[in-house]
């Protein structure tokens, strides 16, 4: 039975990943800020350690859905602020990944999938640390995906959620900016928790076998045209 390896895994994200790992018969491990709903260790954002329950285990696949996110901009942020978002979405994988490669708890030819954003590419106004953090990010991937290739032929890759119809998305952006994404989106219709889930399975399972070093935008669309 393949094994997963998830921090961030309580979140609606990180839940809608779990349970489509679930459903394919995967065994979970799962890391998150505090323990709870079934998680198996607690990993602050700024941790730069890992249980030692994770030792001696194999992991055909890592999933990174952690992050922190806020409304700021150029004129009005607070360097604090964003020190704490790129520690959050950037330096707390690379930490994680080095031990993780340290312990040899990836199997060769392993895959690992982060969670990035549609402002990894694009922005908006009052996005700025939260862009500059996943803008880092796509740099990590492909990174990562050379050295690890290099190192054990490990796949890593990016997904690049647009906006996902989930009380954070409806607590940070207006109403009128909700409207205006499902109505600029060729489908005509907001992502789904269930849609970034199928995309981290795709890109974590044995189905995935070349891609490698890729962030992949998952928004209907949305990026690539606009209704007029």
Sequence with gaps: MPELLIFGGTGTLGGAIKDRF??????????????K?????????????????????????V????????????QNHERDELERLFSANVTFISDQL?????????KRGGRVTILS??????????????????????GLVRSMAVD???????????ILPG???TPMSRGLL????????????????????????NTVYLLSCELNTAISGQSILVDNGFSIARKI
């Design 98 to 106: 080095k031990i993780l490669m340290g312990w040899d708890v990836i």
């Design 148 to 158: 690890l290739g290099a190192a054990k032929g490990i796949l890593v890759n990016g």
């Design 37 to 61: 709903d079934n998680c198996d260790f607690e990993v602050p954002l700024n941790s730069q350690k890992i249980p030692d329950l994770i030792k001696g285990k194999e992991f055909d696949a």
């Design 117 to 138: 954003s549609i402002w990894e590419v694009l922005t908006r106004q009052e996005k700025m640390a939260y862009s500059v953090t996943k803008a880092a990010v796509g």
């Design 163 to 165: 906006i996902v119809d």
């Design 174 to 197: 207006k109403p009128e900016q909700i409207d205006a994404v499902q109505n600029g989106t060729p489908t005509g219709k907001l992502l789904v928790p269930a849609d970034i889930g």
């Design 63 to 74: 999933v990174f859905a952690q992050g922190a996110n806020i409304n700021d901009s150029v």
């Design 22 to 35: 679930t459903q394919e018969g995967w065994n979970l491990t799962c890391g998150t800020r505090s323990v």
